[in-house]
């Protein structure tokens, strides 16, 4: 009689214990699951996304030297499209720039502008340019050369540059700002749906999401998250 009580036993312990099991086993894959999320964008939020290689450039700067994309190497530097008589965004670029430079102060960043505009922006112009928006780092670059050949790097940047046939469109250019690492590569962080940005905005813009581009917007949330990024790059 006891040994049928205990077998009875034994066969309810193992159903509870099966019932558990049951219980259990979902929670723990729920809760890795979320476990695997958390990682996931953590991942996303420290690591930046690598775009491309930088294209090769050879163009010529304001102190009148030849700077080359193998010059910057062991760099973090950034890269824009620009010219130095835009009335409209270049002076917001410039400023944004400004206030970068000013937060990293290291050695090992720098800066590239390439002018759109060379016929005007000869390496004497853009010195004076330089000088007249307060640049102090000797890695600022802002450089000039064939307009053709501008154009063309600009494609290879995929930074929209206007059609230099086209005199409505000609000095047309993009806002964005590639950021490149030590190595000579384009990087970028994740936004929000974990898809690579690609690049940064200079501009300003009318609310905190940076939605509505402004010439005299209060936000410029890019340049807080390039800091960031270019930081990152320099450990």
């Known amino acids: ?75 973090v530097y950034l890269v824009e499209f620009f010219f130095s008589k835009c009335p409209t965004i270049c002076p917001v670029m410039n400023t944004n720039m400004r206030a970068i430079e000013d937060e990293i102060n290291d050695p090992e960043f720098g800066i590239i502008s390439i002018s759109i505009d060379p016929e005007n922006d000869t390496p004497q112009t853009l010195k004076e340019h330089a000088k007249r928006i307060g640049v102090q780092s000797p890695n600022w670059h802002f450089l000039t050369g064939n307009r053709d050949y501008i154009g063309k790097l600009a494609d290879q940047f995929n930074i929209y540059v206007g059609d230099k046939e086209d005199e409505s469109e000609s000095l047309n250019h993009s806002g964005m700002i590639a950021l490149v690492d030590k190595d000579g590569n384009i990087r970028c962080r994740y936004n929000k749906e974990n898809m690579p940005i690609l690049y940064y905005s200079g501009l300003n813009y009318e609310d905190p999401e940076g939605k509505v581009p402004k010439l005299n917007g209060k936000y410029h949330p890019d340049r807080e998250i390039l800091i960031e990024d270019i930081k990152k790059l320099l450990k």
């Open 1 to 75: 009689m006891n040994s049928k009580r205990i077998l009875r036993n034994m066969s309810k312990n193992k159903k509870t214990s099966n019932s558990k099991s049951k219980v259990i086993i979902p929670i723990v894959v729920i809760a890795l699951l979320f476990l695997g999320i958390g990682v996931g964008m953590g991942y996303f939020k420290k690591n930046l996304y690598t775009v491309m290689k930088v294209p090769d450039f050879r163009l010529t700067d304001q102190n009148n030297k030849t700077v080359t994309n193998k010059d910057m190497l062991g760099k």
